[in-house]
């Protein structure tokens, strides 16, 4: 498919210099259905990328759009505050029944504001309020959002020194394999935690992902997740898991870490929670960390009442039993065994991931940006991940079928090869 980039003259006389998406992706998206895209000159793409994974159930989702369409037709309410609605109680019911009670989770549930960050900075507020402490403690190579909180807790140098201010009262720690398995996990850590003179004051909470997705998909072992959790009740410190981009089935069941059969104090979730794209996040705490006074944190958009209505469509549909993990299991082994192949055709690659979340590494870091231009030209949407951006990443819908995640991965396979 050969792709003529598009007069982008109102975008670029209008629109900031901070956009990035659309750099790499020259045309103008007109509809979207599935896992397909569609610009304004009839060009159709496969989207391996699913809004950042913010789409696990596709674009236009038919289930969900009915529902949205009925809820908008009958004046239900759009905008709530955090007041009750009918919406609200929908989904908070939804949840309970798909998701906490079959997997025994006692969690509070709190709407923060429309987006991940937002998530993140009520998760470490509360954190820092239960144990009167200043201190967080993240992982290399984490990525945890824009906003200062945030970023104070993200590895990446270059959007930490968007903040324009010193990020503050977060200290980082090496991710499982960062030393390649050379150290003992947890060796640093403990260490400066028991040494008085470590200069390290004691953290509040530790924030991790267990799979990294803008930091290179770097997949988190389960027995390194169980010893975490183990330290962090060991040394009295909240254990936060950031289940924004990992969450919501992206890596087999709901939540990332279940696999690791553990309980974090405090679980972030945002993107693909609403189901449809739509603004939406959530914190969850364990009732007992529940200490908040009556608006102390709060927020003109936390009540998305047509996201809600998407959100307990999305639990009802594809949550109410266990055949969407099994899918996105299924699917994630098409995917692996495809990546496989190319790694062993192609020197200096390698892959990983989990689920539907997988990472194709290059040694020479700037191809993998070459492999995504190429990809694009050829219909796939594909973006980088990592510290240099050496990863491809593949975040396709959940819901997408077994040809068109064929077909994708077919296109990656070329796309390679004819960057090679």
Request: net charge negative; charged share 25%.
């Amino acid at each position: 498919m050969t792709i003529t980039p598009p007069a982008l003259s109102v975008f670029e006389a209008l629109e900031s210099e901070v956009r990035s998406y659309c750099r790499g992706w020259p045309a103008v998206f007109d509809r979207a259905q599935g896992s397909h895209m569609f610009d304004e000159d009839g060009h159709t793409y496969l989207d391996f990328f699913a809004g950042a994974g913010s789409l696990n159930y596709g674009h236009n989702n038919p289930v969900l759009k009915r529902a949205l369409i009925d809820y908008i037709e009958r004046d239900g309410v759009t905008h709530g505050l955090d007041m009750s609605t009918t919406a609200k109680r929908a989904f908070l019911e939804s949840f309970q029944n798909n998701i906490l009670r079959p997997r025994d989770l006692p969690y509070k549930v709190m709407f923060p504001g429309p987006t991940g960050t937002n998530a993140v900075e009520a998760a470490l507020k509360l954190a820092r309020k239960v144990k009167g402490r200043e201190s967080i403690v993240s992982f290399t190579n984490a990525f945890h959002g824009m906003s200062l909180g945030s970023l104070a807790v993200t590895g990446n140098a270059f959007k930490r020194a968007g903040a324009g201010i010193p990020l503050v009262h977060g200290t980082p720690m090496p991710f499982d394999n960062y030393f390649d398995g050379t150290v003992p996990d947890f060796l640093w850590f403990e260490r400066l935690l028991e040494d008085q003179g470590s200069g390290l004051n004691q953290p509040a909470a530790v924030i991790v992902e267990t799979v990294q997705g803008e930091g290179g998909i770097n997949v988190a072992r389960p027995e390194w997740l169980r010893a975490l959790a183990e330290l962090c009740e060991r040394q009295d410190m909240l254990l936060i898991v950031d289940d924004i981009q990992m969450g919501c089935g992206r890596t087999g069941a709901f939540f990332s870490f279940e696999e690791a059969g553990i309980t974090p104090d405090i679980v972030t979730v945002s993107k693909s929670i609403s189901g449809y794209g739509m603004p939406m996040s959530l914190a969850l705490f364990k009732p007992e960390l529940d200490i908040w006074e009556p608006g102390e944190h709060n927020g003109t958009f936390r009540g998305n009442n047509p996201a809600f209505v998407t959100a307990a469509a999305t639990l009802d549909t594809y949550w109410a039993d266990s055949q969407m993990e099994k899918q996105t299991l299924a699917r994630g082994e098409q995917v692996e065994q495809a990546l496989r192949a190319i790694c062993e055709e192609q020197s200096g690659t390698h892959f990983r991931g989990r689920g539907l979340v997988w990472g194709l590494e290059f040694e020479d870091k700037p191809r993998a940006s070459a492999v995504c231009k190429r990809a694009f030209e050829l219909g796939l949407l594909v973006e980088t991940s990592g510290p240099e951006s050496e990863v491809v990443k593949l975040l396709p819908a959940l819901t997408i079928s077994p040809d068109d995640l064929d077909e994708g991965l077919r296109t990656l396979a070329r796309a390679v090869r004819e960057t090679a």
